[in-house]
Nanobody
């Protein structure tokens, strides 16, 4: 069983930064790509960023490119999302999820999800 737990959400002013962490259980963490999604109130869940098992080939939604950075530490079973230059429209619940293989992932679904962490950006 895979368990994912997100940390690091909170309230921040526009222009500020937050770093989200996702801790994964299980010995297979390093064998899978990892994905961050978010869901704002009244909106559908959307893809934010993804990273392969090796930490290469980061993929970002256009809305966060240049502001967010995804990274991972396989020794610690953790994936991170550094969020800079935050905007009010970044307000959402952020979820980490496991990709489908070492390099593949879906931008719309996943098999394993964390419970989410709230990020609120005030203007």
């Amino acid at each position: 069983q895979v368990q994912l737990v997100e940390f690091g959400g909170g309230l921040v002013q526009a222009g500020g930064s937050l770093r989200l962490s996702c801790a994964a259980s299980g010995r297979t963490f390093s064998s899978y790509s990892m994905v961050w999604f978010r869901q704002a109130p009244g909106k559908e869940r959307e893809f934010v960023a993804a990273l392969s098992w090796s930490g290469g080939n980061p993929d970002y939604a256009e809305s966060v490119k240049g502001r967010f950075t995804i990274s991972r530490d396989n020794a610690k079973n953790k994936v991170y999302l550094q969020m800079n230059s935050l905007k009010p429209e970044d307000t959402a619940v952020y979820y980490c999820a496991r990709g489908t293989s070492a390099s593949d992932y879906s931008r719309s679904s996943a098999d394993y999800w964390g419970q989410g962490t709230q990020v609120t950006v005030s203007s």
